[in-house]
Nanobody, 122 residues
């Protein structure tokens, strides 16, 4: 059984920075592909970033150069810089036990955190 416990997020003005973190509770962390997704009101859940067990990080075009995903032991963090109002969403940590990290499709990730809010005002 895997649990993902998120923390962080909050509110910030455009141009500011926030971070979210996800603690992996379970076994065999290094066999999982980890990712961050987000869902804005009225929109579909979309992939933001993913990191493989060997540390390969990939990003959605919309956040490339502004967001950084990292992992340390059994925690995965997402550092978000130069935030824009369109980054406002509920951010979810997700884990996938097998297969490639891409495509970053919500349906292929079997474990999810509870979500943490990120709000960016203009």
């Amino acid at each position: 059984q895997v649990q993902l416990v998120e923390s962080g997020g909050g509110s910030v003005q455009a141009g500011g920075s926030l971070s979210v973190s996800c603690a992996f509770v379970g076994q065999n962390y290094w066999s999982y592909c980890m990712a961050w997704f987000r869902q804005a009101p009225g929109k579909e859940r979309e992939g933001v970033a993913t990191i493989s067990a060997v540390g390969t990080a990939l990003y959605a075009d919309s956040v490339k150069g502004r967001f950084t995903i990292s992992q340390d032991n059994i925690k995965v963090a997402l550092q978000m810089n130069s935030l824009k109002p369109e980054d406002t969403a509920l951010y979810y940590c997700a884990a996938k036990s097998s297969g490639a990290c891409l495509p970053l499709n919500p349906g292929s990730f079997g474990y999810w955190g509870q979500g943490t809010q990120v709000a960016v005002s203009s």
